[in-house]
């Protein structure tokens, strides 16, 4: 969905919500459902219309007879002219609707193999006059982009607290995933996020190629969701973005189901994630000997670590890695201390970038992006970069941020110049850069960004938390943001519940160390 047309969208989404929540049977957390399937029609019409208009209908041409393979060459869904979402807003009053839409579902799974079982056809549950309104509300929408993982998101975030949050799981804002695929550059190869939620990653690594003068097809995505349904929707939305892959159903804490990880190393080029943060009652007998944890298993009953690992051990030789944790995993203490000092210690640790609170929907807490190339040069390789991107962000309203476009490249464009490539200036973000930088070259610039050397890190407790390093920029008295600063002192106070816990365990070691002393 396009900046221009935000408000618009989420208005009509609310309308939407109004009417599933005042007429149907629904619950609030499966009001996503019905809707994300009329939007897929929407936006797979859509696609299917700019090729027709640029190769012709089915059955046109001269010398050869354009047919449904051109339109799949192109990366699009084939859509039958019953499956079409035009086709339901011209049906007569009195028709069945939901009859409608399921069989329009039915006929696009029939022409196009990879959606078999995917798409929603519980449409007839849902009241006929309720159909109409809902066509009518999502007609005039823009669709583009991850429009699915926005409109999940939004679903999710307005009616999580009437269902209860799924403990732990928060969907990516879009502007944090372009910033995560910018600073990875996914140009082509093989991308695996085994905590892929609806696909956002994917969508806007395909994007990402496309702006770049490359095609979507020239990256292969590999994903696992644990739940059932949002597999569904990821498959929904890799096919209408013409992006080819796999995703599959399972739980990437136990299992491996793509053979990310073997002995002899990963396999992928490029890992991208955000995983449940603080995840607790992980059997960790379960993964003795499991390859993904070569670096060793963390004691505290929290999966951070695993997580972490899980994507370092899935990089080939070259490959980078971008993902959210929390901030708290920067400071851990105990065993996941000398895990993150082998993780640094490797020189694999490229970037560290801590974003400010209020960015996800469902929680507030501020979190911190992860960076990991296998592919440093040797300039790099005794060095990391750290950037406190907390004082950078868009108030979209009172309780969610998120960066422009201009931020995003900014602090994208902070990353290439450390890597000593050239700045894209595609948008907006010169400005920017001139206010710190000179001559579009890095330099260490006080409370935005410092590259700190392994032995200063290892002076730091192994700490990758970048408010230890960059320091305070400069700023007049009355320039103190209320927000930013709580978000600061939460941040706080979790590097501080991290440490408590740590010392908790250690005493609990040694008081188990003397009663078998005594004993």
């Avoid at 208009?53 to 019953?82: H, N, T, W």
């Avoid at 040797?378 to 991107?389: C, G, M, P, W, Y």
Wanted: aromatic share 10%; proline share 5%.
């Amino acid at each position: 969905m396009s900046a221009n047309n935000g408000n618009d969208v989420e208005k009509r989404l609310w309308a939407v919500a109004d009417q599933l929540w005042a007429n149907s049977g629904l619950r609030p957390a499966d009001f996503s459902a019905p809707v994300l399937g009329l939007i897929f029609l929407r936006y797979a019409e859509k696609r299917f219309a700019e090729v027709e208009a640029r190769i012709g209908p089915v059955g046109s041409g001269d010398r050869r007879k354009i047919s449904k393979a051109d339109y799949q060459a192109e990366g699009v869904i084939f859509l039958p002219p019953e499956a079409r979402f035009s086709h339901l807003q011209s049906l007569p009053e009195g028709e069945n609707i939901g009859r409608a839409i399921n069989e329009a579902m039915q006929a696009i799974e029939a022409e196009n193999a990879d959606l078999s079982g995917v798409l929603p056809n519980t449409y007839t549950q849902i009241d006929n006059s309720i159909l109409v309104e809902l066509i009518k509300l999502l007609g005039p929408v823009e669709v583009d982009g991850d429009v699915f993982g926005k409109v999940y998101e939004f679903f999710l975030g307005n009616f999580a607290m009437k269902e209860g949050q799924k403990g732990g799981v928060f969907y990516t804002p879009i502007s944090i995933v372009r910033l995560i695929v910018e600073v990875i550059e996914p140009y082509h190869g093989r991308i695996y996020d085994p905590a892929c939620g609806s696909a956002g990653m994917f969508v806007q690594s395909g994007e990402f190629v496309k702006a770049h003068a490359g095609r979507a097809d020239d990256l292969s995505v590999f994903g696992i969701e644990k739940d059932a349904t949002t597999v569904k929707l990821a498959k929904m939305n890799l096919a209408v973005h013409g992006l080819g892959g796999n995703i599959i159903e399972g739980n990437s804490y136990y299992t491996d189901p793509h053979e990310a990880t073997s002995k002899a190393g990963g396999k992928y080029d490029f890992v991208m994630a955000n995983p449940p943060f603080n995840v607790s009652g992980v059997d960790k007998e379960r993964l003795k000997d499991d390859p993904r944890l070569a670096l060793g298993l963390p004691k505290p009953d929290n999966a951070n670590y695993i997580w972490i690992q899980t994507f370092y051990s899935a990089l080939n030789e070259k490959g980078r890695a971008g993902f959210v944790m929390a901030n708290s995993a920067g400071d851990a203490r105990g065993t996941e201390m000398e895990i993150r000092k082998k993780l640094i210690q490797s020189g694999d640790v490229d970037v560290v970038v801590s974003v400010g609170p209020n960015f996800f929907y469902t929680v507030t807490l501020p979190c911190t992006l992860w960076f990991f190339d296998k592919g440093k040069t040797d300039e790099r390789k005794n060095s990391v970069l750290f950037i406190d991107a907390r004082p950078i962000f868009n108030q979209i309203d009172r309780a969610h941020r998120d960066f422009t476009p201009q931020q995003q490249e900014f602090l994208a464009n902070v990353v290439r110049m450390y890597r000593g490539e050239a700045p894209e200036l595609n948008h907006g973000s010169e400005e920017m850069l001139r206010e710190h930088f000179e001559n579009t070259s890095y330099a260490d610039v006080p409370g935005l960004s410092r590259v700190a050397t392994i032995e200063e890190i290892k002076a730091q407790g192994w700490s990758l938390n970048p408010g230890r390093y960059v320091g305070v920029a400069d700023r007049a008295p009355d320039d103190f943001d209320f927000t930013v600063r709580l978000g600061e002192l939460n941040e706080e106070l979790e590097q501080l519940n991290a440490e408590a816990a740590a010392l908790e365990e250690k005493i609990a070691e040694n008081v188990v160390g003397l009663l078998e002393a005594t004993a």
